[in-house]
């Protein structure tokens, strides 16, 4: 099976900056994504990227702040979060897929990112 696992998160300043981390470990994964879920709220996509690391793909409220990547050596994808703000407060959560479709089907347990006004 496979295992991935969140790192990186924290608390910050409005306008500062994190790095998430998802580390994968066990057979091989595909394309990868990172999703968030607030407080009362649904979980909803953030950004993802295309296994090769080709193509990348951002929800309407991140583009332009994150960035999303992949090290596949390394076996590892990355969210660099800038320019933060109070309502990118979540859970964030990394996913994979075991194809090249983009039907997720491994989770990771989450990171809290916490941002103070």
């Known amino acids: 099976q496979v295992q991935l696992v969140e790192s990186g998160g924290g608390l910050v300043q409005a306008g500062g900056s994190l790095r998430l981390s998802c580390a994968a470990s066990?057979?091989?994964?595909?394309?990868m994504g990172w999703f968030r879920q607030a407080p009362g709220k649904e979980r909803e996509f953030v950004a993802s990227?295309?296994?090769?690391?080709?193509?990348?793909s951002y929800a309407d409220s991140v583009t332009g702040r994150f960035t999303v990547s992949r090290d596949n050596a390394k076996n590892t994808l990355y969210l660099q979060m800038n320019s933060l703000k109070p309502e990118d407060t979540a859970v964030y959560y990394c996913?994979?897929?075991?194809?090249?479709?983009?039907?997720?089907?491994?989770w990771g347990q989450g990171t809290q990112v916490t941002v103070s006004s």
């Open positions: 990227i295309f296994w090769s690391g080709t193509r990348t």
């Open positions: 996913a994979a897929t075991a194809d090249t479709s983009w039907k997720y089907d491994y």
């Open positions: 066990g057979r091989a994964v595909y394309n």
